[in-house]
């Protein structure tokens, strides 16, 4: 299974994008799935997870409120609705699955074994 994150580009602050991650080569309906970011400089961080049944979804403090991770299983496709944008939200964004915890969702980078090519998300102010 590969992942391919997409949909990232320039925004203004106050802004939206939705960014998606598809998979290919086989499905992803039983993994737990997440999203994290790495802005220049700083080490990758969590920014949402959601399990396999998008039962459960965890969202790092500053992005609660503002951003929405789902998933569309038979789409094999995973979601981050991102608004009211800011600046510090600028980063590379990676999906990732977990496929070692029986699709439960996880906050931690150490849980995903799979991870695809981030896309960028530039705020301007």
């Known amino acids: 299974v590969q992942l391919q994150a997409s949909g990232g580009g320039l925004v203004q602050a106050g802004g939206s994008l939705r960014l998606s991650c598809a998979a290919s080569?086989?499905?992803?309906?039983?993994?737990?799935l997440g999203w994290f970011r790495q802005a220049p400089g700083t080490e990758r961080e969590f920014v949402a997870t959601?399990?396999?049944?998008?039962?459960?979804?965890y969202y790092v403090d500053s992005v609660k409120g503002r951003f929405t991770i789902s998933r569309d299983n038979a789409k094999n496709t995973v979601y981050l609705q991102m608004n009211t944008l800011k600046p510090e939200d600028t980063a590379v964004y990676y999906c990732?699955?977990?496929?070692?915890?029986?699709?439960?969702?996880?906050?931690?980078?150490?849980?995903?074994?799979?991870w695809g090519k981030g896309t960028l998300v530039t705020v301007s102010s």
């Open positions: 990732a699955a977990s496929r070692i915890r029986n699709g439960l969702a996880s906050t931690k980078r150490s849980a995903y074994d799979l």
């Open positions: 080569g086989g499905t992803f309906s039983r993994y737990a």
């Open positions: 959601i399990s396999w049944n998008g039962g459960t979804t």
